[in-house]
């Protein structure tokens, strides 16, 4: 217990004082308390430095300054405040029954909230699983239906170039059955110029001769010019379909990039933020549009 002037010029750094040293004991509960008194004599206990010291106690401190109507700033700092001494001391008194239930409710408020807590964690962790999940068979289904579509899209391609290579094998049959029915019926000629010329004179069948030598010149140059035009038909044929064949620009050092299995042709079908497949000669990968420019 420490003494100290209460009101008056030298009552604050006595009041000062007494707070330092009772800062330096080992004590319980820190007591602040003076008798009864005006509100100007009361002054002491509102002033900054006063109210900071009560403030900064490391240990509780229980205030009876002044009356009912009369409340310091100290008071309203103080762990807890009374009116008078009387009621400072019935505080210190106050049976611990009322503190031990507090903490009995106190330890079921802490487990209460710890399991609420835990299960919202578990709720939380449950809905981030199953998000996962919906995400993983989103994408595995988005995958599955590219991979349909892009399949699709090459069966009619190599459907289209086998529909090419029958219709240059039926053109080259043709050409071929042309040459071979000339070739009968210059054969037929032949055959009936030789006769002709048998029975004919010598000079008719020199003439004859000559006309069936030229003819199979004719004969020979039609022959070369129709085979030469049909190697000529497979060849543009052959280089036509393998200028569309999409794996001989992906082997030149091209690629292919799609947009939702849709082939991307022009920047404007692609914006900010989208996600694009690229196809080389040996693979795929997937790339983030960060700016188109």
């Known amino acids: 217990m420490i003494d100290s002037r209460v009101e008056g010029k030298d009552a604050i750094h006595e009041i000062l004082a007494a707070l330092k040293t009772m800062a330096r004991q080992d004590i319980d509960v820190l007591v602040v308390m003076r008798g009864g008194g005006s509100w100007e004599s009361l002054q002491a206990f509102n002033t900054e430095s006063v109210v900071r010291a009560i403030a900064s106690s490391k240990c509780p401190v229980l205030t ?10 100290s008071e309203l700092v103080a762990d807890v405040g009374a009116s008078t001494p009387t009621a400072v001391a019935e505080a210190l008194n106050e049976t611990w029954d009322t503190l031990v239930s507090s903490l009995d409710r106190a330890e079921a408020s802490i487990f209460s909230s710890f399991n609420r807590s835990l299960s919202e964690q578990n709720r939380i962790v449950g809905d981030a699983r199953e998000s996962i999940f919906r995400k993983y068979d989103r994408s595995l289904n988005s995958l599955h239906r590219k991979l349909t579509v892009n399949s699709s899209a090459v069966l009619r391609y190599f459907k ?20 071979r029915e000339k070739t009968k019926t210059i054969h037929k000629s032949i055959e009936h110029y030789s006769s002709s010329v048998i029975k004919s004179q010598g000079l008719a069948f020199k003439h004859q001769q000559n006309l069936v030598a030229d003819n199979g010149k004719r004969l020979s140059i039609l022959q070369n010019n129709l085979i ?21 620009n992906l082997r030149l050092g091209y690629s292919l990039s799609y947009l ?34």
Request: aromatic fraction near 2%; proline fraction near 1%.
């Open 64 to 73: 009876g300054i002044g009356h009912d109507v009369d409340v310091t700033l």
């Open 160 to 179: 289209n170039i086998e529909q090419m290579i029958t219709k240059v094998n039926v053109t080259f049959q043709k050409v071929l059955g042309t040459v």
């Open 228 to 248: 030469k035009e049909s190697r000529h038909t497979l060849n543009t044929v052959e280089k036509n379909i393998s200028r569309l064949d999409p794996s001989r």
């Open 260 to 293: 939702n299995g849709k082939l991307v042709r022009s920047k404007k079908d692609i914006k900010e933020g989208e996600s694009i497949e690229t196809k080389l000669e040996d693979g795929s990968f997937t790339s983030l549009v960060k700016k188109v420019i």
